[in-house]
């Protein structure tokens, strides 16, 4: 089977902080996963190598099967727009732009054509069509995560990272955004990868890697 990511080796150290070493692993096409750990362990910084955000100072990261941790900045960029799709807890939405607009605004970045009838159907399914034209600002926190989700799918991609997206809320939004993560990732057929100290979610997710404490 096809893998959306591995990881062999990998090691990141920022600027004077203690090297985070990551265990080896390896996520294949179509599954889903969950990044389990406490606070500082190096979730998010997972996620962010796994996007090629960042690039490790040891060790390889595959995505969709071609090694991203060696590429350039710009070569990182690309692979990005055209097979992630990001959903951070803090939404990012551009406040000038409508709803669509904001949608649009992924297609466009990711250099596909702006297509407004997937950006319809989307909200549509996502049961949130009456949101098209309304403004970020004017959104309760849930609808506008539900709308980071939906701005993450836009573009069709292979691999979802959300970092922390039912942290802050309660069991039952935090149930229904899970299962409007892994329903919509379905419907697209991309992995979803989920880091979290959330463990409500366990349950749901067939792959669990549970990172170490950072060292005191
Ligand atoms: N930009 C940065 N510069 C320096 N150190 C950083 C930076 N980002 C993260 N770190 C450090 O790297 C370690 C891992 O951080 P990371 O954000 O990946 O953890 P996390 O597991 O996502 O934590 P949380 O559950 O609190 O979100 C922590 O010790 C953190 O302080
Ligand atoms: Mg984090």
Redesign the pocket.
Known sequence: MSEILAFHGVQ?Q?????V?RFPDWRLAAGNHGLVL????????????LAGGLLTPERGTIDLNGETISGLTEGERDRRRARLVGLVFQTLHLVSALSIANNLALAQYTAGQPIDRQRIRHLLAAMGLESMTNRMPETLSQGQAQRIAIARALVTRPKLILA??PTSALDDASAKRTASLLLEQAGTCGASLLI???DHRLRGIFPTVLE?EP?PA
């Open positions: 990141k920022y600027p004077d902080r203690p985070i750990g406490p606070s500082g362990c190096g979730k998010s910084t997972l996620l962010a970092d922390e880091a979290t100290h990172l950072e």
